[in-house]
């Protein structure tokens, strides 16, 4: 019943790698985004992106990069991963452009650059 | 900008007794209020959406939040908390978005709810 899978779980990195963070939905839903948790200062949203190929930074936009080329699929980059990134990463989607629209949740990506 | 504070960042609640989580908003316009929560190594999932009309809304596992637009508050409620409560909670407003984009929430920070026996 698993409806937004985010691949990895858990990653290790080092500093300056190049990190593919993917997720994936099985509700044809338009909206995908990508948020960042952490301790003290809850979810933050880095990009989003409201339909394919089409994206619109967040509040933390720096340092990060996204891809949409198929409705169901929406990757976030990071192009050189650095210690101050090490996170947890929190993939969304929800349907239509209502302000009222439910997301729903990956269940996350932990992310360690070391 | 919208935004949202939650001014308990740690409930500590014996079971049974009841809790309040707060929540309050800043917004020049009319926003749509949530409250979601996360249990341990997950995700987050949807308690309670407030859209419009009644002030009292009623959501899952017997939590309730009540909005008050004069305090800008939304919050969160529950007469007798169990020990499977103890979940991560935030507080989130939405908007309408401008034409041909989507609505994104602003989450606040979170409460954590640690239920004890």
């Known amino acids: 019943d698993v409806k937004v899978t985010q691949s990895s779980r858990y990653l290790v990195k080092r500093t300056g790698e190049k990190v593919f963070l993917e997720c994936v939905q099985d509700?044809?839903?338009?909206?995908m985004f990508w948020y960042r948790q952490d301790p003290g200062l809850g979810l933050r949203l880095i990009y989003f992106?409201?339909?394919?190929?089409?994206?619109e930074k967040g509040d933390i936009p720096e340092g990060y990069s996204v891809s949409r080329e198929k409705k169901e699929r929406f990757s976030l980059i990071l192009e050189s991963a650095s210690t101050n990134q090490t996170s947890m990463y929190l993939c969304?989607?929800?349907?239509?452009?209502?302000?009222?629209?439910?997301?729903?949740f990956g269940a996350g990506s932990r992310l360690t650059v070391l | 900008a919208q935004s949202v504070t939650q001014l308990d960042s740690q409930v500590p609640v014996f079971e049974e007794a009841p809790v309040e989580l707060r929540c309050n908003y800043s917004?020049?316009?009319?926003?749509?209020l949530f409250w979601y929560v996360q249990y341990p190594n997950q995700g987050l999932q949807l308690l309670l959406k407030?859209?419009?009309?009644?002030?009292l809304v009623k959501g899952i596992n017997g939590f309730e939040a009540e909005f008050n637009k004069s305090q800008t508050s939304f919050h969160l409620r529950k007469p007798s908390v169990h020990i499977s409560d103890t979940a991560e909670y935030f507080c989130?407003?939405?908007?309408?978005?401008?034409?041909?984009?989507?609505?994104?929430?602003?989450f606040g920070t979170g409460t954590r709810l640690q239920v004890t026996l």
């Open positions: 969304a989607s929800s349907q239509g452009s209502a302000g009222a629209n439910v997301l729903t």
């Open positions: 509700m044809d839903h338009e909206n």
């Open positions: 992106s409201y339909d394919v190929k089409m994206k």
């Open positions: 917004s020049s316009v009319s926003v749509y």
């Open positions: 407030y859209l419009s009309g009644s002030t």
């Open positions: 989130a407003v939405g908007l309408e978005p401008y034409t041909g984009t989507a609505s994104k929430l602003t």
